[in-house]
């Protein structure tokens, strides 16, 4: 095979612009595992209010978990980083007993998170809902899974975790026993890095 030299500035130009839309769609939209936003120097946002079921067709809301911190965890059995991440999710989980962890699954049956998740298995800070509609996670401006936030006692966002999280990592017990113990006016309004 030949390889024909790039002669013309267009077709230099055409390359170059091929090359800053690959990198830019890698850097958007490529896989981004254990990253972390930080709301920074926003007032926090109230988390939206939800209404889901548990496996025993009980509902419950976000609101009813108020007075305690929430890790609020979006995941699915169809989600191979997920996978991986909630079996450690769990084992780290039940180290923190003040905090409720809430999973959200966007599976269509109760059959596959079960599988994964018993209910009867789960730490007594753990619930696990499923969302059928597919509509609480675009209301929290999830779009890649899993994605976790840090919701504190009020139900304000202090943070947003975007991919599977080495949640048994020293560093993000560290941070979570850090900022759990702060006021809100000493968490965090600038970009940290906890996970790692």
Avoid at 3 to 27: D, M, Q, Y
Avoid at 99 to 125: C, F, Q, R, Y
Avoid at 147 to 169: C, F, H, P, T
Wanted: hydrophobic share 35%; net charge negative.
């Amino acid at each position: 095979m030949q390889i024909t030299k790039l002669k013309s500035p267009e077709a230099l130009a055409a390359l170059a612009l091929l090359v800053g839309a690959g990198v830019w769609g890698w850097r958007h939209y490529g896989p981004k595992t254990g990253a972390s936003v930080v709301y920074q120097g926003q007032a926090r946002r109230p988390a939206p209010e939800f209404r889901l079921q548990d496996s025993s067709e009980t509902e419950r809301t976000l609101s009813s978990f108020r007075g305690r911190p929430v890790i609020l965890h979006f995941w699915a059995t169809w989600c191979q980083p997920c996978l991986s991440e909630i079996p450690d999710l769990i084992e780290a989980g039940r180290g923190w007993p003040d905090i409720s962890v809430v999973t959200v699954s966007l599976d269509d049956t109760w059959g596959a998170v079960e599988k994964l998740m018993p209910h009867a298995e789960l730490p007594a800070n753990f619930t696990s809902l499923i969302d059928f509609s597919k509509k609480v996670p675009e209301d929290f401006g999830t779009y890649q899974y899993p994605e976790s936030y840090l919701i504190d006692r009020d139900g304000a966002i202090i943070m947003k975790w975007v991919g599977a999280q080495d949640w048994k990592s020293e560093k993000t017990k560290a941070f979570l026993d850090r900022i759990l113990s702060e006021t809100p006016e000493q968490q965090p309004q600038q970009d940290q890095q906890p996970a790692g």
